[in-house]
């Protein structure tokens, strides 16, 4: 069965230390994969997705994640974070055309001055 | 004003009474999703609607029901609720094709407690 494995629930970390969250997929078929961000009492927006073509994908507020096919892993990273940042994360992806949007259960992240 | 709007933010109900939330979106995707987010489940699909009269289940389908008789609107209705359905409930739109492709748009969310 296709699912999305976000290893860690929480994850604290000091304003501007570097951050990364992972990320795993299963799926025996070509994925799309997406990582969404949830600020408190809003709903998602995306940060970045990637469809195919270079493996390290660039979004929005710095962060990047980069594809691993043989590792079926989208790690999420930002070289150093804000307060601004604390928020919970989720990764997502698409298995097949035909399939819908698999969601992880979220990491909280959370910036400590 | 452009976008995906729900209705009500809040709203608090007691067992066995029929809740409704809407969805409404001004961008005429053609798929449309409900889902509920709960502590420690995080995001699970409930239905979604792939164009007008055209729903499906999602993971977790049992105690709800949709219609879609217009591509802008997408309500979600709870018949009897019940405690378990106590959850933040987000609605979101796509468009499959075009650069766009695969992303969702959520709404702001309806929190909904069943007493």
């Known amino acids: 069965a296709q699912s999305v494995t976000q290893l860690d629930s929480q994850v604290p970390v000091f304003e501007e230390a570097p951050v990364e969250l992972r990320c795993n997929y299963s799926s025996s078929v070509s994925v799309y994969l997406f990582w969404y961000v949830q600020y408190p009492n809003q709903g998602l927006q995306l940060l970045l997705k990637y469809l195919s073509g270079s493996t390290l994908v660039k979004g929005i507020n710095g962060f990047e994640a980069e594809f691993n096919k043989s590792q079926t892993s989208f790690h999420l990273r930002k070289p150093s974070v804000h307060i601004s940042d604390t928020a919970e994360y989720f990764c997502a992806f698409y298995g097949g055309s035909q399939g819908n949007l698999i969601f992880g259960k979220g990491t909280k992240l959370s910036v400590k001055p | 004003d452009a976008g995906i709007t729900q209705s009500p933010r809040y709203k608090i109900t007691e067992t066995g009474r029929q809740v409704t939330l809407m969805c409404h979106q001004t961008w005429s995707h053609s798929y449309m999703f409900w889902y509920r987010q709960d502590l420690g489940h995080g995001l699970r699909l409930i239905y979604y609607?792939?164009?007008?009269?055209?729903?499906d289940k999602g993971e977790v389908p049992d105690g709800y029901v949709v219609s879609r008789s217009k591509t802008e609107n997408f309500p979600l209705t709870l018949e009897s609720a019940t405690r378990s359905q106590t959850s933040v409930y987000f609605c979101?739109?796509?468009?499959?094709?075009?650069?766009?492709?695969?992303?969702?748009?959520f709404g702001a969310g309806s929190r909904l407690t069943v007493l």
């Open positions: 609607s792939a164009a007008a009269d055209i729903t």
């Open positions: 979101a739109s796509s468009d499959r094709g075009g650069s766009g492709a695969n992303v969702l748009t």
